[in-house]
């Protein structure tokens, strides 16, 4: 079924907040091996003129991916999510992610087309800190294969 164009520009609710605690910045840096020690260390992060420990950029994953799943359960997009895999992903990081920042989540879809049988839909998650300072923008592309 191709997606409806009537979908861009629908935005969902803000999430829960996301406290990002430094051991959860230590874990994925080291599965990621992003081992700088502004990552890991408290005092390097400050030397290097951070107030605590940044995360990876790629650590925006972990609260986009979460707030993007809205739009794959909302039954109006009508996603086959058995069906979906992702196309791309894009960061634009305002500010680094840091241990202690309290992170909120909107989502709004982007784009939706059909091409070749296939779905293709765009999400954007804007973060932002609870004052709502910018900090990070995910996009990302879903494409839901056709059926052969």
């Known amino acids: 079924m191709a997606l409806d164009r009537e979908l861009v520009g629908r935005s ?27 990552h890991l260390d408290v005092d390097a992060a400050r030397a290097a003129g951070h107030p605590d420990v940044i995360a990876p950029p790629t650590f925006a994953i972990v609260v986009s991916l979460e707030a993007a799943f809205v739009v794959l359960s909302d039954p109006e997009v009508g996603l086959d999510y058995s ?19 309290r992170l909120v989540a909107t989502t709004t879809i982007d784009a939706a087309r059909s091409v070749a049988g296939n779905d293709l839909l765009t999400a954007r998650v804007e973060l932002v800190g609870e004052d709502g300072d910018a900090v990070c923008t995910a996009i990302s592309m879903l494409v ?5």
């Open 12 to 38: 969902y609710p803000p999430s829960a907040v996301y406290e990002v605690g430094r051991a959860k910045i230590a874990e994925f840096a080291t599965a990621v091996g992003a081992l700088d020690p502004v």
């Open 83 to 101: 069906r979906v895999v992702h196309g791309e992903q894009k960061f634009v990081h305002h500010r680094p992610i840091r241990a202690g920042d």
């Open 144 to 148: 839901a294969r056709g059926v052969s």
